[in-house]
Structure formats: structure tokens, C-alpha cells
Nanobody
Framework: QVQLVESGGGLVQPGGSLRLSCAASGSIFSINGMLWYRQAPGKERALVAGITSDDSTNYADSVKGRFTISRDSAKNTVYLQMNSLKPEDTAIYYC?????????????????WGQGTQVTVSS
């Protein structure tokens, strides 16, 4: 029943900025980590950025210094601030989360995915 909903994608010019949001909802016991992936046409899905429950972050080399991942624990929401965008950033961006749920006294940790949001960087 866990659901991830992304928003904030769209068309932006090179050098511009965009902020993506992803809100998790459902029967959540805890969120252990939240991540952003992206997939361009003809390429495999690749990790862009991640953040853990203790606010440790990591980034792909291609976006370091330009993208910033953050979270709002009270809202179960993760953000990706994207600055200095380049045409090669064009892709479908997917939110994912490692979430623990509780069912009949058992705790289960799963990797959930959002539907994706299109980001296009073009003049």
C-alpha cells in the first residue's frame, strides 16, 4: 500500500534550475533511505542521489556540485534541487525509497518506486 508520488518535472533551458519532490504515503513504519534515479532513452537506470535516515548523502559524479538532495521527515518527502542543468540531464527521474512496513507483527523492508517524472533540458 506504500505509494511514492513525484512532482516538479518539466522543460527547462540549459543553465536553468528545477526542483523535484517525492512524497511517500501509506502504511509506513519507517523510511530508511530515499533516492533519485534517472533513465535516458537507450540507457540503463542510474542512481543520481541518495539520502539516509541520518541525513548522509551521496551523489553521482556527473551531478556533484549541481544537484542537492534533501528531505523533510515530517512530510515523508524527499527533494532534488537541480541547478546548472545540462542537456545530458534530460531523462525520466524516478523517486525510490527503502521503507519498512509492519504486518502481523513482522517487519519487512522493501524498495519502492514512483512512476517517474520527465525532465527535459533544451533550448
Amino acid at each position: 500500500q506504500v505509494q511514492l508520488v513525484e512532482s516538479g518535472g518539466g522543460l527547462v533551458q540549459p543553465g536553468g534550475s528545477l526542483r523535484l519532490s517525492c512524497a511517500a504515503s501509506g502504511s509506513i513504519f519507517s523510511i530508511n533511505g530515499m533516492l533519485w534515479y534517472r533513465q535516458a532513452p537507450g540507457k540503463e537506470r542510474a542512481l543520481v542521489a541518495g539520502i539516509t535516515s541520518d541525513d548522509s548523502t551521496n551523489y553521482a559524479d556527473s551531478v556533484k556540485g549541481r544537484f542537492t538532495i534533501s528531505r523533510d521527515s515530517a512530510k515523508n518527502t524527499v527533494y532534488l534541487q537541480m541547478n546548472s542543468l545540462k542537456p545530458e540531464d534530460t531523462a525520466i527521474y524516478y523517486c525510490s525509497a527503502i521503507i519498512t512496513t509492519r504486518k502481523i507483527g513482522a517487519y519487512v523492508r522493501n524498495h519502492y518506486w514512483g512512476q517517474g517524472t520527465q525532465v527535459t533540458v533544451s533550448s
